[in-house]
């Protein structure tokens, strides 16, 4: 008897095209998408999460080395607002939140007599900028003759009449050019990916152009800053990891009978004007509206489309932005803010380095570097050593070491581009060394890993409010679509969660009748 065949698939037969509805379809399944969800599923909207990756979490997620399972993204969350706090209580892990060593960051940058200097940061300041510029903090890192400049600050007067809008224009006039490179552009790298240059005052520091108005110089307005915020300013993580909070959001998603798809690339957003007749569906809370939106996405199986009345785009910026070119035809031109019109996406990988390396346990460098872009020999703009951040780490790694590396300058090809994982981890370990001032070599790393994000828009871009205002207004003439996420929202959780549930919450609102208990 002869042994049964497969038969080879026919590359000329039509791809499998499979047809859904919902309620609402979520693309993207970051954090903004998953909260997202969770807040329309909770009042009974059947959702649907569109993920292109395996994993859900977007810049929240994790990575197994050496058998620790770390962060791969985010690690901490801002305490502002009290959003993610709140969320996070609703999911189980309030008890879990902790604060991190406030032992704070250090400065690498050249030396006077060639190679590099380091020097702890001020703690008493806003993005870098001064509150004391002659402190002797400051001193240690910009010297007498930058600081003295710095002072000048105190005795010009403050232009009453119009506001700051460039955050680098403003410290370099103001306090001079090496409080702008010394101490603001290495946390403007760090945090925002952007020069300051191109950094929005208003978005990065809300409130510092009245402030200075009012204290009548720069750094006064930024120590009245730093008092008024001091409760709030804090940034907190969670035992175990950031990426925990992933885990009780997909959870809850189960809980909630919420279909997530994984490895669907979308491809297109459309109307249909036909609201999804012939597709099997369930009743909604509301009536169906006359139209729906078709969401088509290519995924192993072949091609899925489904159709629903609420679309929430909380993918990466420019996959967003091409979506909405599709749905909403001709927005470009009326708006004068198309995709065309928005910045590039920076390039930013983290590079995570487990160690054996007893020099690290008196955490030589605080709990991390910010590096001066001019500091020679190191391609890393920063570091976190996170067994020194954080004490749940330190206990984990039972005598191991964890330093992550940030690679990327807005504007500049990411020098991670193009080398293998080998190469990446010899000159992380490299970088790594020198920006703790241990020598480190292969035979301390026990394992290495790296993740990388190439579609990340900064919101705290100059001219980026008016797009993302001009993208609102362009969307609330189509309603039925919303748009969350980093890109639009800023950066940070503090900023995304928040901004997520508002974007849910009018969904809601449009969809759920007013006696259905939402």
């Known amino acids: 008897m002869s042994e049964a065949t497969t038969p080879a698939p026919d590359p000329a037969a039509e791809p499998v095209v499979e047809r859904a509805t919902a309620d609402v379809v979520v693309v993207g399944g970051g954090v903004a998408g998953l909260v997202a969800a969770l807040e329309c599923a909770k009042v009974g909207l059947r959702v649907t999460v569109l993920e292109r990756r395996d994993e859900l979490g977007g810049c929240v997620g994790r990575i197994e080395l050496d058998g620790l399972t770390l962060d791969s993204g985010a690690e901490s969350f801002a305490t502002r ?28 940058m050249p030396g006077k007599q060639g190679g590099l200097d380091a020097a702890p940061l001020p703690k ?32 010009k007067p403050i232009l009453r009449i119009g506001r700051a809008h460039s955050l680098g ?75 925990r909070l992933v885990d009780a959001l997909e959870r809850e998603l189960l809980r909630f009978d919420v279909t997530v798809v994984r490895g669907a690339e979308v491809t297109g957003l459309e109307r249909d004007s036909s609201g999804g007749a012939g597709f099997e569906t369930r009743a909604s809370l509301a009536p169906q509206p006359a139209e729906s939106w078709l969401v088509t996405a290519t995924t192993e199986t072949g091609e899925l489309v489904v159709s629903a009345p609420d679309v929430v785009l909380a993918a990466s910026g420019h996959a967003a932005l091409a979506l909405v070119d599709d749905a909403l035809d001709g927005w470009a031109q009326t708006s004068g803010t198309g995709s065309a019109e928005w910045p590039a996406a920076a390039s930013v990988e983290l590079v995570t380095l487990v160690l054996d390396a007893p020099a690290l346990d008196a955490a030589p460098r605080g709990t991390g570097v910010l590096v001066a872009a001019d500091a020679p020999d190191v391609q890393a703009k920063a570091l976190t050593h996170s067994t020194a951040k954080w004490s749940w780490l330190t206990e984990a790694a039972g005598g191991r070491h964890v330093v ?70 362009a969307l609330a003439a189509e309603p039925g679509i919303e748009a969350t996420g980093s890109w639009v929202a800023g950066t940070g959780l503090a900023s995304v969660v928040p901004h997520a549930l508002e974007a849910a919450r009018r969904v809601r609102h449009r969809r759920v009748q007013p006696d259905a208990g939402a």
Request: glycine share 14%; net charge negative; charged share 25%.
């Open 404 to 473: 992550r590396l940030s690679y990327g300058r807005a504007g500049a090809a990411n020098p991670l581009d193009g080398r293998s994982d080998a190469e990446v981890s010899e000159l992380a370990l490299a970088d790594a060394s020198l920006l703790l001032g241990v020598p480190l070599d292969e035979r301390m790393l026990r394992a290495s890993g790296r993740t990388a994000w190439r579609d990340a828009l900064s919101q705290a871009a100059i001219g980026q409010r008016d797009r993302v205002r001009a993208l609102e207004d």
């Open 169 to 243: 224009k403003l410290v370099r006039e103001r306090m001079g050019q090496a409080v702008l490179d010394r101490l603001v552009t290495p946390i403007s790298a760090g945090v925002y990916s952007t020069d300051p240059d191109d950094l929005d005052l208003d978005v990065v520091a809300p409130g510092l152009n009245e402030a200075m108005t009012r204290m009548g110089s720069l750094s006064g307005g930024v120590g009245q800053l730093v008092e008024e915020r001091r409760a709030g300013g804090a940034v907190r993580g969670i035992r175990g990891g950031m990426h």
């Open 81 to 108: 607002g009290g959003a993610v706090a709140e969320l996070l209580g609703s999911l189980g892990l309030e008890a879990d939140i902790e604060n991190p060593n406030p032992a704070g960051a250090w400065l690498v």
């Open 124 to 155: 008493t300041g806003m993005l870098g900028i001064p509150a004391n510029p002659l402190g002797d903090d400051v001193r240690r890192i910009i010297g007498w003759s930058g600081a003295t400049r710095a002072y000048l600050d105190r005795v």
